[in-house]
């Protein structure tokens, strides 16, 4: 278990380095086209592809890392670079981290690989969760898994939404109900396999903000994949669905008692947030060091507009507040990589604190360009619109109060 510090290594050094300069030499230059375009900025992720920076192997090494800062050190300088563009750059990780947690050694070994691809042959993944109805509230998910007991095939049917790479992804991971009196429990996750009959895309979503992702609706009708595609295996599913029978049945006699067993589950979903909080502090990061350089250089009245109060303090509170982030997101990322339990909810702190950063300051950052700001010939504009989506994804900022407030109180996360 290693201490905690403040002083990336230097191989860390190193790889933040090359990460940085991939963003600016790279990602910069091309961001407000794929903003415009909203498409899917395939020259660039194979340029990524092509330098090790989209592939399978780098994200494993950042995962492992034994700090817990490789994945929050890349996410900052990735989306310091642009949102967009670095979201669809490591969007395919959602799909491979589900594969990971809940796969066998056989399933990742097959899967995880055909997420990527090559540079000569890049690949996407989808992870396919969230519904119309089902957002925050996954107890209310709809799309069912039939196991046909006849082909021991499964059979889903159902409609996601708000996918990252949906409909376009080579391999996409859906969460699905097999046992609908369970809730929560009652869900398992399957591989979709390229090219299989069903799978289509519905609505592509015209988006405020990280318009170069793909967002897009999948659509599931009688889609048939092979019984060793449901992950971890049917034998898993059995006995974790039994499992949760027995629980089910615990709680309902003991009563509120039984809501603090939920808690444990949220535990897991706890430690990836801190991810998105990283993200969130590299807009903010850009958006305050334009701001800064704006300021020093941007004369009114004889003198550079940093001079005014007004201004300074401003640029003052913008770098308090994204240090007090990337704290928040570095602790909580080396709490969740050495096995410290979120005993105050960080996960969700470090998330919280760091979306409403990102927002805060690239408003404050519009305001200190003034009129420039808020035109497209300025990049604050756009990172101001990437921003709004740190506050909705991977949990409202609203859901991580409620976590962190029922977590504090000891009352059941539902």
């Known amino acids: 278990m290693g201490d905690f510090t403040l002083d990336l290594n230097d191989d860390q050094q190193s790889v933040r380095a090359w990460i940085h300069g991939f963003a600016a030499d790279v990602m910069r230059p091309a961001a407000a ?27 494993a090494q950042q995962f492992f890392d034994p700090t817990g800062l490789g994945i929050p050190m890349t996410m900052e300088e ?35 690989p055909q997420m990527y691809g090559d540079a000569d042959d890049v690949k996407l993944a989808a992870f396919c969760s969230s519904e119309p109805d089902a957002g925050s509230d996954v107890a209310a998910m709809r799309t069912r898994a039939v196991h046909d007991e006849a082909t021991g095939e499964w059979v889903l049917n159902g409609t996601k939404t708000w996918a990252t790479n949906g409909g376009i992804a080579n391999v996409h991971v859906v969460v699905a109900v097999v046992d609908a009196g369970l809730g929560s429990r009652g869900h398992a996750s399957f591989i979709v396999p390229p090219g299989t009959p069903g799978l289509s895309q519905g609505q592509k979503f015209k988006k405020h903000g990280i318009r170069a992702s793909h967002t897009a609706e999948v659509v599931l009708e009688d889609v048939r994949i092979p019984g060793d595609c449901l992950l971890g295996g049917k034998d898993k599913l059995d006995e974790r669905l039994a ?36 993200m969130a502090v590299g807009t903010a990061r850009a958006a ?87 035109t497209r010939e300025y990049p604050v504009e756009r990172m101001h619109r990437d921003s709004a989506i740190y506050t909705i994804f991977e949990g409202t900022s609203e859901i991580q109060r409620l976590v962190i407030a029922r977590t504090l109180s000891g009352l059941p996360i539902r």
């Open 33 to 59: 086209e794929w903003d415009e375009r909203e498409e899917t900025p395939w020259p660039i992720i194979q340029e990524a592809a092509k330098i090790g920076l989209y592939s399978l192997d780098f994200y």
């Open 243 to 278: 499992r949760a029978r027995e629980r089910a049945t615990a709680e309902a006699r003991a009563g509120a008692d039984g809501g603090r067993v939920k808690n444990a589950a949220m535990a897991t979903f706890e430690a990836s947030r801190p991810a998105v909080g990283a």
């Open 288 to 374: 305050y060091e334009y701001a800064l350089e704006y300021a020093v250089g941007r004369e009114q009245f004889g003198r550079p507009i940093i001079d005014n109060q007004g201004i300074a303090f401003q640029l003052a509170d913008m770098r308090t507040r994204i240090d007090a982030a990337r704290l928040l997101v570095w602790r909580a990322s080396w709490m969740a990589t050495t096995g410290k339990p979120f005993t105050s909810a960080e996960g969700s702190m470090s998330k919280l604190f760091a979306s409403e950063t990102a927002k805060k300051v690239t408003a404050q950052a519009i305001q200190i360009l003034g009129g420039n700001g808020y």
């Open 78 to 112: 990735l989306f310091w670079g642009d949102a967009g563009i670095a979201l669809s750059i490591v969007g395919t990780g959602l799909a491979a981290v589900g594969v990971l947690a809940n796969g066998t050694e056989e399933q990742i070994g097959t899967w995880v």
